[in-house]
């Protein structure tokens, strides 16, 4: 039943799919179409059930059953031909050379590696087990996405829209076995959206495909295809943001119009970094309607606002509610104090400090496997510094008690570089100003990517994940440069950089840190309970001894002590196999400003209390209840009523 019930949704997005096809005709349009309008369903179905308590089993079927139903017969009554959509597909294949066959045969590879490890491989990024797929246990757990008490207070105000998604996923096939997909489609969707966005600046059908192929390689997102993160989730939507901006500046209409802003609002409901790189995009396509349009545009761009702030309403009013600011909280200055300027963004803004970042946003992605090398870079970028001024670690522009230094070139998706997408772009900035047909389609777009990397440079402080931070960057750049190398004279020039970019892909694409699809400890030989430590196998044996101790004691509500970076969601994910969907878990004794939400939840008296990283608590007291400790691994405690 569960996992018939996981593809309802899916039938839905192909249903919606057929229907835009027909007013469309071009199914990159419609797929773009279809993907906003399935998640504007799937975030109101969200916020509605979640004022009721009522996220659960049946009534997210229920929803989807409907709005399958409703489809259905819209699909009956304007679909002439169900064929119709494969064969707009199949005749376009039928025009394309070898060697394009060659490079969408590339993607397709690419993909279907990436989505045969987000099959097999559980979630196991870092911060999916500490707040992106814990949070989602939560809703499940009360019914609601409304703020709980919690340790880890990133759970609450961190955008949620990649997870809002999951959580239907999870809740539907009762398990994580499709959480990874969900970045795998925004992958394969940005691909698409990218290669319109190449059409929109003159890109010929190769230039297109080269784009999309550009998109498919770059390493951070091949390694991110098959997680739980939101970097490409929050890069579809980005995608499908500036393209629809094309659109709308050229044609106009309410509905382009509700397009862009619920594109805009769908990203910016994923991650925060969208206010960054979404911004310059804005300016630029509201001057170039009001220029258009004058009166009408001015109703445009209010389109546009409303719906970002519709998709966003629920989000921004439980942050206001807890934290009194709809962005939410981003660090804690004293117990129960908050402030939003904090370590994400800069405390000084100059052109000194501007420089040291853009300098060091580039150069971590020029880490190479020889120290030596990597030493010469490190020193170049400090010499720079001493030019400036100022230290390369500089406080008030780092990321609290990190060091700048350039590492190894990378395989783990946290912080792997894309050297030879920086390169490509260094040279689409030389070349583009001295190709005048180019250059006037391309300026206003060239010159809006520029702005976002500065502001993005000189507004959020230097850390060393920066390359995770600015995979959506990456991929807006990605029609870019595949448009310049269709451009090229040279026919072995185009094949040469292409190929390269194809199969110096692959070592991204098998050999994934946390997730190999080759080797050792690849995901077909490790058990895959055991692969949600790949990010820290140094606990990979504490979280399973603690569940089975916790079955010994015969125990379903759960308490726990957690610190600001514990791992939970193992906890959820390996409890619930062994005791079952109804297992209770709680946060107890949070000191946090959540911890207000107490009061919203019926009292809790857990049997059994595990204590993560403060190893030095042996007793805790919650609701007059005094726990002592019981057992200890390495890394938990179990404290138990005395």
């Not at 490890?117 to 196991?124: L, M, Q, R, T, Y």
């Not at 919690?150 to 999951?166: A, H």
């Not at 509700?258 to 300016?283: D, E, H, I, N, Q």
């Not at 010159?447 to 991929?475: G, N």
Request: hydrophobic share 50%; aromatic share 14%.
């Amino acid at each position: 039943m569960n996992f018939f019930a996981s593809f309802i949704p899916l039938l839905v997005f192909l249903l919606l799919w057929g229907i835009f096809y027909e007013s469309q005709s071009e199914w990159r349009i419609s797929f773009l179409a279809a993907a906003v309008t399935w998640t504007i369903l799937l975030v109101a179905t969200t916020e509605l059930l979640s004022l009721f308590k009522a996220i659960s089993f049946w009534p997210l079927l229920g929803a989807w059953g409907l709005y399958l139903l409703v489809a259905s017969l819209v699909w009956a009554r304007v679909v002439g031909n169900p064929k119709n959509l494969i064969k707009g597909i199949t005749i376009r294949l039928s025009e394309i050379s070898r060697f394009e066959i060659f490079l969408l045969s590339g993607i397709a590879f690419i993909a279907g590696i990436i989505g045969l490890i987000a099959w097999k491989a559980p979630p196991n990024t870092w911060d999916s087990m500490t707040y992106h797929m814990a949070r989602i246990m939560h809703w499940i757990q009360d019914g609601s996405v409304a703020y709980y008490p919690t340790s880890i207070i990133r759970q609450l105000y961190m955008n949620p829209g990649s997870e809002f998604i999951i959580l239907h996923f999870q809740i539907l096939s009762n398990g994580d076995r499709l959480a990874n997909f969900v970045q795998w489609f925004s992958m394969v969707g940005s691909a698409i959206g990218v290669s319109l966005i190449a059409r929109e600046l003159g890109a010929n059908r190769r230039g297109q495909i080269f784009s999309a192929v550009v998109s498919m390689t770059i390493p951070m997102g091949i390694l991110q295809g098959s997680s739980t993160q939101n970097d490409y989730v929050v890069s579809f939507w980005l995608v499908c943001f500036a393209y629809w901006a094309f659109v709308l500046k050229r044609e106009g209409g309410v509905w382009n119009s509700l397009a862009t802003g619920a594109c805009l609002g769908l990203a910016v409901l994923t991650k925060s970094t969208t206010y960054v790189y979404a911004f310059p995009f804005l300016v630029w396509m509201s001057f170039s309607i009001l220029k258009t349009y004058r009166g009408e545009g001015v109703k445009l761009l209010a389109f546009v606002a409303l719906f970002v702030l519709l998709i966003n309403l629920g989000a921004y009013l439980r942050n206001y509610d807890l934290f009194g600011n709809p962005l939410g909280v981003r660090q804690e200055i004293s117990p129960g104090i908050y402030t939003i300027s904090d370590q994400y963004s800069n405390d000084i803004f100059s052109i000194p400090e501007l420089s040291s970042n853009v300098v060091r946003n580039i150069a971590v992605h020029f880490g190479t496997p020889f120290d030596n090398a990597n030493r010469i870079l490190n020193t170049a970028v400090n010499q720079f510094h001493k030019i400036i001024g100022i230290s390369s670690s500089d406080p008030r522009t780092t990321w609290s008690g990190m060091t700048f230094s350039i590492q190894r070139m990378s395989l783990y998706e946290g912080n792997a570089g894309d050297p030879l997408d920086i390169l490509l772009m260094m040279i689409a900035l030389v070349l583009v100003p001295f190709q005048p047909e180019f250059r006037r389609k391309t300026a206003s777009y060239l010159l809006s990517l520029l702005v976002a990397f500065l502001l993005y440079s000189l507004v959020l402080r230097w850390h060393p994940w920066e390359s995770r931070w600015q995979l959506p960057l990456f991929i807006l750049w990605s029609p870019m440069i595949g448009t310049l190398i269709s451009e090229f004279r040279k026919e072995t020039t185009r094949v040469a950089i292409i190929s390269l970019l194809l199969f110096g892909a692959l070592p991204w694409v098998f050999f994934n840190q946390t997730r190999p699809f080759f080797g050792p400890q690849n995901i077909f030989r490790i058990d895959r309970d055991q692969q949600y430590f790949s990010s820290q196998p140094s606990i990979e044996m504490s979280y399973p001894r603690t569940v089975y101790q916790l079955t010994n004691y015969r125990c379903d509500h759960i308490g726990l002590y957690l610190s600001e970076n514990d791992w939970e969601y193992p906890f959820w994910a390996l409890l619930r196999q062994e005791i079952g969907n109804n297992v209770l878990i709680e946060d107890v004794n949070v000191n946090n400003v959540s911890a207000v939400k107490y009061g919203s939840f019926p009292e809790f008296v857990p049997c059994a209390i595990l204590v993560v990283s403060n190893k030095s608590v042996s007793n805790l007291q919650v609701e007059h209840v005094q726990y002592n400790e019981a057992w200890s691994s390495k890394d938990v405690s179990i404290l138990l009523p005395k």
